[in-house]
């Protein structure tokens, strides 16, 4: 955790979720947040943004998108565009997703403009970052994510208040995750290049971890400096679990 800092527990629902599954999972989430001081963030599948949105107003949980274009409208066959995003009452855009940057050959410019789009349409980017395995047995990792840091994040960034998501590629699904000490040197220099960056925000931002965060091991991670909350993929498609991770935020 950053003192002062509210920490945010987001669930990542990847491609899961058809409507009445997604819609019974994001009430049990309202259902069970009540006490809940992190703030609570659920992640649907596109075709379910507007739905989940609509079930949870009035709630505490906000929604958000998986991804969005860099264009805010146009021919772009099969691409979601920020500003319907936000029509459909998303809050924040997780991007530069490793699933997308390996599937998409998503590139540090192109996350960067998707981001810069996410904020003129009022949206909170949450950019994610990581190693692959192969980085981290090189001793390379922390380079490979400052690298990612300094392509990924747009001039707005910091007054738009966005969040980074350190995700491991190798812990992604895979029940691994870093040594605590390798995570907090992580969030560490994370925050370092936010403050350099952005001198006014930085130090407020949040830092999420992602990979492989379970109930079994949120306190610890979370409880870890700059850890100011966590992207949960897997977990978060079990209503009891995504609420476990959040109340271990405090
Ligand atoms: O990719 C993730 C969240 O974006 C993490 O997924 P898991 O929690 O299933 O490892």
Same mark, same amino acid.
């Given at each position: 955790?950053?003192?002062?800092?509210?920490?945010? !527990?987001?669930?990542? @629902?990847?491609?899961?979720?058809? $409507?009445?599954?997604?819609?019974?999972?994001?009430?049990?989430?309202?259902?069970?947040?009540?006490?809940?001081?992190?703030?609570?963030?659920? +992640?649907?599948?596109?075709?379910?943004?507007?739905?989940?949105?609509?079930?949870?107003?009035?709630?505490?949980?906000?929604?958000?998108?998986?991804? +969005?274009?860099?264009?805010?409208?146009?021919?772009?066959?099969?691409?979601?565009?920020? #500003?319907?995003?936000?029509?459909?009452? $998303?809050?924040?855009?997780?991007?530069?997703?490793?699933? %997308?940057?390996?599937?998409?050959?998503?590139?540090?410019?192109?996350?960067?403009?998707?981001?810069?789009?996410? !904020?003129?349409?009022?949206?909170?980017?949450?950019? +994610?970052?990581?190693?692959?395995?192969?980085?981290?047995?090189?001793? %390379?990792?922390?380079?490979?994510? $400052?690298?990612?840091?300094?392509?990924?994040?747009?001039?707005?960034?910091?007054?738009?208040?966005?969040?980074?998501?350190?995700? #491991?590629? @190798?812990?992604?699904?895979?029940? %691994?995750?870093?040594?605590?000490?390798?995570?907090?040197?992580?969030?560490?220099?994370?925050?370092? %290049?936010?403050?350099?960056?952005?001198?006014?925000?930085?130090?407020?931002?949040? !830092?999420?971890?992602?990979?492989?965060?379970?109930?079994?091991?949120?306190?610890?991670?979370?409880?870890?400096?700059?850890?100011?909350?966590?992207?949960?993929?897997?977990?978060?498609?079990?209503?009891?679990?995504?609420?476990?991770?959040?109340?271990?935020?405090?």
């Amino acid at each position: 955790m950053t003192p002062g800092i509210r920490p945010l !527990i987001a669930g990542n @629902w990847k491609m899961h979720g058809l $409507a009445a599954d997604g819609l019974a999972l994001a009430r049990a989430v309202a259902a069970g947040a009540a006490g809940v001081g992190a703030e609570l963030l659920v +992640c649907p599948p596109a075709t379910l943004v507007a739905a989940v949105a609509a079930a949870l107003a009035g709630t505490p949980v906000a929604v958000g998108g998986q991804d +969005c274009h860099a264009a805010p409208k146009g021919a772009h066959t099969g691409d979601i565009a920020a #500003p319907m995003l936000a029509d459909a009452g $998303a809050r924040y855009v997780i991007l530069g997703h490793s699933e %997308r940057r390996a599937a998409y050959r998503e590139t540090d410019p192109t996350v960067r403009a998707k981001a810069e789009a996410a !904020i003129t349409a009022g949206l909170v980017p949450i950019v +994610c970052v990581g190693e692959p395995e192969d980085d981290r047995l090189l001793g %390379r990792a922390e380079e490979v994510v $400052a690298e990612q840091i300094a392509g990924s994040l747009p001039p707005g960034f910091g007054a738009a208040g966005g969040v980074v998501a350190y995700e #491991p590629v @190798w812990a992604i699904g895979t029940g %691994r995750t870093p040594t605590e000490a390798d995570i907090a040197a992580m969030h560490a220099m994370i925050r370092a %290049r936010l403050v350099a960056a952005f001198p006014q925000h930085g130090g407020g931002l949040r !830092i999420l971890y992602g990979g492989s965060v379970k109930p079994a091991n949120a306190a610890a991670i979370l409880a870890l400096p700059h850890v100011d909350g966590a992207l949960v993929g897997g977990a978060s498609l079990v209503a009891e679990d995504f609420l476990a991770i959040a109340r271990a935020a405090g």
